[in-house]
């Protein structure tokens, strides 16, 4: 019993430091801008999903799209920003499930809608809410193209990386 104790503590702290250093890569992501507060910074947050599970995978999403809100100085609104941080775990948690279930093709597809077109659509009523000074439309059609890009950087590129660690691992 006592071997199993120990065995799931080190379990556990070896996946806080995973996280934890997929953490600092997702503030190493976030200072490489695409547009505004678009950036690298869920590649990491994907790859958790994948390498440590769904939740880990939120989690550093989540904090991810934080540090570049904030190295960002917040340009869509403190309130703005905390929802999109809920909206990327959610993306990130669904893209672990959804690998786990159908694989990596279809994981990807879904990833990429949803950060992508999907999440430039949600904002769209948000936007206008909050009273954007760049709201509704004009906001969406700003951010529908080079959103969509990283989307498809960061999830692709995550998944390449996952599937090369399993490789070497094998």
């Known amino acids: 019993m006592k071997g199993t104790d120990a065995s799931h503590d ?3 702290i070896t996946k806080l430091t995973y996280c934890g250093m997929l953490i600092g890569l997702s503030a190493v992501g976030a200072m ?6 678009i950036a ?6 994907f790859f958790a999903a994948l390498f440590l599970g769904p939740l880990a995978g939120a989690i550093v999403a989540g904090l991810g799209h934080l540090l570049t809100a904030l190295t960002s100085g917040f340009p869509l609104t403190l309130p703005m920003h905390l929802f999109l941080v809920i909206e990327m775990a959610l993306f990130a948690y669904l893209f672990g499930v959804i690998y786990k279930k159908s694989g990596g093709i279809i994981a990807s597809i879904v990833a990429i809608a949803l950060n992508g077109p999907i999440s430039a659509l949600i904002v769209v009523p948000l936007s206008i809410i909050l009273g954007l000074p760049l709201n509704g439309w004009p906001l969406f059609s700003v951010v529908i ?3 969509t890009l990283a989307s498809a ?6 998944l390449f990386v996952f599937k090369a660690l399993n490789m070497r691992i094998k």
Do not use: E, H, R, Y
């Open 153 to 158: 950087a960061n999830v692709l590129l995550a």
């Open 40 to 45: 690298f910074d869920s590649m990491p947050g």
């Open 10 to 12: 080190k379990s556990n």
């Open 32 to 37: 490489i801008k695409i547009s505004g507060s």
């Open 145 to 147: 193209i080079p959103l």
